[in-house]
């Protein structure tokens, strides 16, 4: 027997002399065979004499062997991960707990580092799920090549990766182990096929007992620290910081509020008239997005359609604004247009002018109405299908603007390849404007180059008669600002909408 198994079986044995109860013990065997262990169970029962002492015990012995070892998989397998074998995220909270209770006893700190792939999305698509697994398990094997037998090294996620330092007790200790690991990590990976690949990852870091004192809110913020990181700065590494985190939470906040925004009915448009500059009658209204939250209060449109972005959502809010306008642009009685921003997003996901066409049936909108703007950003994100969805919407019948002009990647084969219908000047160049100032001439030459490509040019930001009046005399085709109208609910303007006769569309509306 294994000499403790020995000594726990002794024990057994003489407990039963001692109590005359049945007991068994399970117990190992080595040396059955070169480097073979066997396990066997041993079920003892105890023989006694008419006076009631124990004379002598009889049992029968079992091997368990195959089930032992069957017991062993299921245990590593719950609590490591079956690709690379490294303790699975279930295990890591078990034993960090255990780590942390351990460093509050002996008063010294831990760092926790969060290791994340950059753009481990890329080598699954590049080179396929295999060779990403492979990628996997080989920086699980270079992460615990530089750690210590004494550290924890877990997979808890797809690329991610953490490493528990224990008896640090400077923060320069743990950042030169975060660089050597990210070094390590960055040396290129040979393939099964035999092909190269480089990689690099970020990782954020959090110290106890400083950034927090249970498993839960060091791995939170390490994670907090590491999205920040890959962010700003990819390929490098970052601790945690309150300040940065409150900000880093607040906008998580907002993001999952903005998830429900919808279901709650808490977006709606306003609406901002368009003014032609020949007969100084509304022509027109762009309908602009807003996001009065109960919790936030009015979000400006700036942040909020930028979250949409970045977590997904623009397409679905996108739809949603069109069907909105085109709805409502559908109940006037004066046949105006409505203009509403696309997402670039929109333009280079999912398929835009089926959208449109479908919402125009629904809306009943004729397509001469409605005119989709879209920014210079979105011409530099896969031209050919911008240019191919452009395109198609426009054989709808549906006018194309391109918004803020100026302000972007502004150039000539630009607007020579895109079917645009109608330039749009940004706001920052007519806020300053005055006869003889840099404004002026700028404004001066895009409207020539509208006039040169028969493209109406429409002013926006306009906030003044001043303003206005040197706009009138430049050749301006429309003009959009506060001073004709604030964006406001469509309601506002009922007058110009539902008016009969085209008079009351007036530029004196306020």
């Known amino acids: 027997m294994d000499e403790a198994d020995r000594a726990s079986f002794l024990a057994t044995f003489a407990t039963i002399f001692e109590t005359g109860e049945p007991a068994a013990v399970e117990v190992r065997l080595d040396g ?12 003892m029962r105890p023989e006694t004499s008419p006076a009631g002492a124990v004379i002598a015990v009889r049992g029968f012995c079992q091997e368990i062997t195959d089930r032992k070892l069957a017991l062993e998989r299921i245990r590593f397998m719950t609590s490591h991960d079956p690709l690379t074998s490294l303790i699975n995220r ?37 080179f396929g799920h295999s060779a990403a697994d492979g990628v996997l398990r080989e920086v699980a094997a270079r992460i615990s090549r530089q750690v210590r037998e004494t550290d924890l090294v877990a997979r808890v996620g797809g690329d991610e990766f953490v490493v ?42 959090a110290l106890h007992p400083f950034d927090g004192m249970t498993s839960s809110a ?67 209204f762009e309908a602009l997005l807003r996001w009065n939250s109960p919790v936030h209060g009015p979000v400006a449109p700036d942040l909020f359609i930028g ?126 404007l005055a006869e003889e100032s840099e404004s002026l001439a700028i404004v001066n030459a895009v409207l020539g180059l509208g006039r040169g490509l028969r493209l109406p040019v429409v002013v926006e930001g306009v906030e003044t008669e001043r303003q206005a009046d040197i706009l009138r005399d430049c050749g301006a085709d429309e003009i959009q600002g506060y001073l004709f109208g604030r964006p406001s609910p469509i309601s506002t303007y009922s007058a110009i909408t539902d008016a009969m006769r085209p008079q009351h569309r007036s530029i004196s509306i306020q």
């Not at 059955?32 to 079920?43: L, P, S, V």
């Not at 209770?101 to 831990?110: I, M, Q």
């Not at 835009?352 to 479908?358: E, G, K, M, R, W």
């Open 307 to 432: 979250l949409a972005e970045s977590i997904g959502l623009m397409e679905e809010v996108g739809t949603w604004v069109l069907r909105e306008a085109c709805a409502e642009a559908a109940r006037w009685s004066v046949p105006l247009t409505v203009a509403v921003n696309v997402s670039p997003i929109q333009i280079q996901q999912g398929d835009l002018a089926a959208i449109i066409t479908d919402i125009l049936r629904e809306t009943g909108l004729p397509p001469s109405r409605l005119e989709i703007e879209v920014t210079e950003s979105m011409l530099i994100r896969n031209f050919e299908r911008a240019v191919d969805t452009l395109q198609r919407i426009k054989s709808l019948g549906v006018g194309i603007s391109i918004d803020d002009f100026g302000t972007g990647y502004s150039s000539l084969a630009t607007l020579r390849a895109f079917p645009f219908n109608k330039l749009k000047i940004d706001r920052s160049f007519v806020r300053d």
């Open 90 to 126: 279930g295990h890591l909270l078990e034993r960090l707990d255990q780590v942390l209770a351990e460093a509050r006893r002996r008063r010294e700190n831990v760092a926790l580092l969060t290791f994340d792939i950059d753009d481990f999305k890329g080598i699954n698509d590049l």
């Open 164 to 205: 528990v330092e224990t008896g640090c007790e400077e923060p320069e200790i743990v950042e030169a182990l975060a660089r050597r690991l990210l070094r390590a990590i960055a040396e290129p990976i040979t393939l099964a096929d035999g092909r190269e690949i480089a990689i690099s990852a970020s990782v954020g870091i």
């Open 32 to 43: 059955c065979g070169e480097g073979a262990r066997r396990w066997f169970w041993i079920d």
């Open 218 to 284: 060091l791995l939170a913020h390490s994670s907090q620290a590491l999205h920040v990181t890959k962010k700003e700065r990819p390929n490098s590494l970052g601790f945690y910081d309150a300040t940065i985190q409150s900000e880093w939470q607040k906008r998580r906040v907002l993001e999952q509020d903005l998830r429900l925004a919808l279901q709650h009915r808490e977006l709606s448009l306003v609406y901002q008239p368009m003014i032609c500059m020949r007969t100084t009658l509304c022509s027109g």
